[in-house]
């Protein structure tokens, strides 16, 4: 399984990223997928995760700002986190994470597979 990240960089607060991940390869047709966030020197959170059938889960601390999202567009499971309104607090490196046997609850991290990850730095 490979899960690919892009779209990080640098932005001023207030301003808006895309970023997307690419799995491919898994071995199960129904996939879980979830972003993940680590500041420095804070342990790593949840940010939003989608179920195999669609549901979302956003942490509280994006919700009405990060939309996330997933298609199967190219042969892969490509899953998006749209950030707008974004604030100097949502710098970190961002993962994307999957899961093709076992689906976690909600924000839990318990997935198996884990990209290199992506930096968002915003700035004030």
């Known amino acids: 399984v490979q899960l690919v990240e892009s779209g990080g960089g640098s932005v001023q607060a207030g301003g808006s990223l895309k970023l997307s991940c690419a799995g491919r390869?898994?071995?199960?047709?129904?996939?879980?997928m979830g972003w993940f966030r680590q500041a420095t020197g804070k342990a790593r959170e949840g940010v939003a995760t989608?179920?195999?059938?669609?549901?979302?889960?956003?942490a509280e601390s994006v919700k009405g700002r990060f939309t996330a999202s997933h298609d199967n567009a190219d042969g892969n499971e490509n899953l998006y986190l749209q950030m707008n309104s974004l604030k100097p607090e949502d710098t970190a490196m961002y993962y994307c994470?999957?899961?093709?046997?076992?689906?976690?609850?909600?924000?839990?991290?318990?997935?198996?597979?884990w990209g290199q990850g992506t930096q968002v730095t915003v700035s004030s």
């Open positions: 989608i179920t195999d059938d669609g549901k979302i889960t956003y």
């Open positions: 390869n898994f071995y199960q047709s129904s996939v879980c």
């Open positions: 994470a999957a899961d093709d046997v076992y689906c976690p609850f909600g924000l839990d991290q318990g997935y198996n597979y």
